[in-house]
């Protein structure tokens, strides 16, 4: 297993790490998540292998290099805010979270358990770094808007985060938000949208058409950028210029793939919540290796 690092207090000097050291970094830091949180699934017997593996290489950018966040202060009046509105993919968030310093590594194993403060979906009263408590799909983003309001208000220097899966843009609520973000030029707030397609059963285009994605959030006043949500490079591109200043909210529309990593995993809505047996974990660990030695 990769040697833990100190978790990240990530400032403005994080922009002059030369491109290739952060790549490196963010990618070595994503393998280890990747890992990690397979594991947690098997041993709990339940998870959410898909839409965590989707989101994988968009956390660990945001967590191992963008973030403004100190585990030694979380509630930091300063810091950054993200929200994991797609709250189920707690896989994820929660290797992040150990990663960069917010509790020990150990604690994973306790995963889904009796009285664990690892459930599946978040609790802020349980786990510092956590913001709010999702699940419900269609609650994370109105909630980031709200917290981004408040930082307008205030003036403040923070920036909210907010990442949202593509089957959770049919909740009506995702929309109000939108529509209330771009009304009020909230320019410290920034959507992650996980575009992986599909949702628990099917593609959502099968389920209730999403296209053109793209347009709809520019009608509700927002700035949209498409980026591959698996190139390290790309998303921190994508983070680094949505943390210039500027006058409307900014959605990020990742191009991503189910179960990413996991060959039988991938592009099968299957996987949404499926549990591997002992064969499928050792065929994933053997091609997590192999990705980590290119």
């Not at 510092?128 to 408590?133: A, I, K, Q, R, Y």
């Not at 927002?222 to 949500?229: C, H, L, N, P, R």
């Amino acid at each position: 297993m990769m040697e833990q690092v100190d978790g990240p207090r990530r400032d403005a000097a994080a922009s002059a790490y030369p491109n290739d050291t952060r790549v490196k970094h963010v990618r070595e830091r994503a393998g280890w998540m990747r890992r990690r949180l397979l594991k947690m699934i098997v041993d709990a017997g339940q998870g959410h292998p898909g839409g965590d593996l989707s989101a994988t290489d968009i956390v660990a950018t945001l967590y191992f290099d963008i973030l403004r966040i100190d585990p030694v202060d979380p509630t930091a009046a300063g810091r950054d805010r993200f929200v994991m509105s797609k709250g189920h993919c707690t896989g994820a968030l929660y290797t992040a979270l150990s990663g960069a310093g917010f509790f020990a590594e150990a604690e994973l194993d306790t995963y889904l358990k009796p009285q664990s403060r690892l459930n599946g979906h978040p609790n802020r009263t349980y786990l510092p770094g956590v913001e709010t408590n999702t699940g419900p799909l269609g609650h994370g983003l109105p909630v980031a808007t709200g917290i981004a309001v408040a930082g307008q208000i205030d003036d403040a220097g923070f920036r909210v985060f907010a990442l949202t899966g593509d089957g959770e843009l049919q909740e009506g609520s995702m929309w109000e938000a939108a529509m209330f973000a771009g009304h009020r030029g909230l320019g410290n707030l920034t959507v992650i949208v996980d575009r992986n397609g599909l949702q628990q059963g099917a593609r959502t285009e099968d389920t209730n058409a999403l296209e053109p994605l793209a347009d709809k959030w520019r009608a509700f006043g927002w700035e949209v950028v498409g980026v591959d949500g698996h190139d390290h490079a790309s998303l921190l591109a994508a983070f680094d210029d949505a943390a210039l200043p500027r006058s409307k909210p900014r959605c990020i529309i990742a191009e991503t793939v189910k179960g990413k990593g996991i060959s039988f995993m991938e592009h099968q809505a299957a996987w949404h919540h499926g549990l591997p047996n002992a064969d499928q974990f050792a065929l994933a660990n053997g091609e997590f290796d192999m990705d980590m030695a290119r």
